[in-house]
DNA sequence: GTCTATATGTGGATAGAC
DNA sequence: GTCTATCCACATATAGAC
């Protein structure tokens, strides 16, 4: 039996040094698709910044979409971080600072927001495990909401309208720029008013 | 000179003729865009729904573009056509009338808002002829809302963030549903209260 | 004049040599 | 584990048949 493992547990360092490529292949990812684009990632060129050919990069992930897919897991893992400890002070200034915070991190990356917010590349579904992050962050802003009393599924359903919009529109007409972020205080400010105005909404039953 | 020009004046039949080529071929195309989606258009598949093979369809578009183009502009000029004679009762009314248009426009065919709205065919850019159109209907929204009154810059931006907010969050959490089409109202009236909250904003000079 | 046949370049992806 | 060679699908361009 001597002999017959010539590795007795070199597995994880193998592991190790795999996960290594692995994060040094989505870090040129990043690079490319924040120069040229959402859409622009080709295999070719991926391969070359980490010095390998195309083929190479399939013993890493199992296709192109798989590479997404990762690149869509790290997005969503950076999103709940920065959306995570934001100190309570009172009701207004938990949300406008998670609406601050939100909006800082899906203007600075659009290729980012590209991938995590539209679903822009065809045939892409980001997987449930990647998903579940995503889901995760939603979460998080449905519980700070209702920390501040708002249990209502149509105002959670504003609240998310609103903060899209801003970013979209930012994203869309104005990167780069403060034209929409100048105005986060203010459609806080607005929500909050609206929601205090509104009846709390039965929790359940019809009219 | 006689007959030196065989056809004295077929040239708009022919034109016609041709005409009606270029717009069965972009029926077609909205036709796989709405079924398979904005990025799979294939020129294979396109020739292949107008009876012809690929390259012919060269002799009507100068280039793929050339049909997201044409068929921007279509989408653009449908949406200007939407926007078009909103009776204005009071105030409000034509607001509230102007976002359901809207919010129907760009919902009930989510391709041509990708096409339209989002930036996603990578290297594609509208012509200028083609954006002019799209840029009619934001004139007409910002007149729409000079005549009630508004016409403070950030208001204007706030408006057209919250309507693209709302179209957006249906677009992408529940197509095809009504989740997000029934907050238009509330929407709309948040917002004309934050504007009446706030002054009318100098129109020029700082502070 | 209109379309087909054909060719080129660039993608993603796979098989097999080393 | 990385390479070369290759395949297939695609957009695109040109030559020539009808």
Redesign the interface.
């Given at each position: 039996m001597l002999g017959d493992r010539p590795n007795p547990a070199p597995t994880d360092r193998r592991a190790a040094r795999r996960e290594a490529t692995k994060a040094e292949i989505l870090d040129a990812a990043w690079s490319i698709v924040r120069e040229n684009?959402l859409?622009?990632l080709a295999l070719r060129d991926l391969a070359a910044r980490v010095g390998m050919r195309a083929p190479s990069l399939y013993q890493y992930f199992a296709s192109k979409y798989a590479i997404y897919d990762a690149m869509f897991a790290q997005g969503a893992r950076a999103g709940l971080e920065a959306m995570r400890e934001i100190p309570i002070d009172d009701p207004g200034a938990a949300l406008r600072e998670g609406a601050h915070r939100f909006f800082e991190f899906a203007t600075s990356d659009p290729a980012r927001a590209?991938l995590l917010?539209?679903?822009?590349?065809?045939g892409f579904v980001p997987s449930p495990e990647a998903y579940a992050t995503a889901v995760e962050t939603l979460e998080l802003t449905r519980a700070r909401l209702a920390a501040v009393g708002i249990t209502d599924p149509?105002a959670t359903?504003?609240w998310?309208?609103?903060?899209?919009?801003?970013v979209?529109?930012q994203l869309?007409n104005d990167p780069g720029g403060t034209?929409?972020a100048?105005?986060i205080d203010?459609?806080v400010?607005?929500?909050l008013?609206?929601v205090a105005?509104?009846p709390p909404a039965p929790t359940k039953g019809k009219k």
């Open positions: 684009g859409g622009a590209q917010f539209q679903r822009t590349i065809p149509d359903d504003l998310t309208a609103l903060v899209s919009g801003l979209n529109q869309a034209r929409w100048r105005l203010r459609t400010t607005m929500y008013a609206d105005s509104l």
